[in-house]
Nanobody, 119 residues
Framework: QVHLVESGGGLVQPGGSLRLSCAAS????????MSWHRQAPGKERELVAS????????TYADSVKGRFTISRDNAKNTVYLQMNSLKVEDTAVYYC????????????WGQGTQVTVSS
């Protein structure tokens, strides 16, 4: 079975940093691009960052460019999201997702990890 398990969320002050991890299992991890999305209460889920299967290319939402970095370790079946210079508006539940091969859709999701940015 496909499983995606996020960790690393928590409470951080504005300007601080967190690193999220997503442990993947149940599929051939190296064959898939992976992504991070986030959703705040009352708001739409949004794509934050994506990374290709090899890690050779990344994309980011305009709101996080220059602050967040997505990476992956295919030997560990893990994808990361390094979040720096955090803002209050970054507060959300962050979800790891698997991208379907060849199309811009996502077929599996983790349970999410809460990130709260507050002074």
């Amino acid at each position: 079975q496909v499983h995606l398990v996020e960790s690393g969320g928590g409470l951080v002050q504005p300007g601080g940093s967190l690193r999220l991890s997503c442990a993947a299992s149940g599929f051939t991890f190296i064959m898939y691009a992976m992504s991070w999305h986030r959703q705040a209460p009352g708001k739409e889920r949004e794509l934050v960052a994506s990374i290709t299967s090899t890690g050779g290319s990344t994309t980011y939402a305009d709101s996080v460019k220059g602050r967040f970095t997505i990476s992956r370790d295919n030997a560990k079946n893990t994808v990361y999201l390094q979040m720096n210079s955090l803002k209050v508006e970054d507060t959300a539940v962050y979800y790891c997702s698997r991208k379907r091969v060849g199309i811009n859709r996502y077929d599996y999701w983790g349970q999410g990890t809460q990130v709260t940015v507050s002074s």
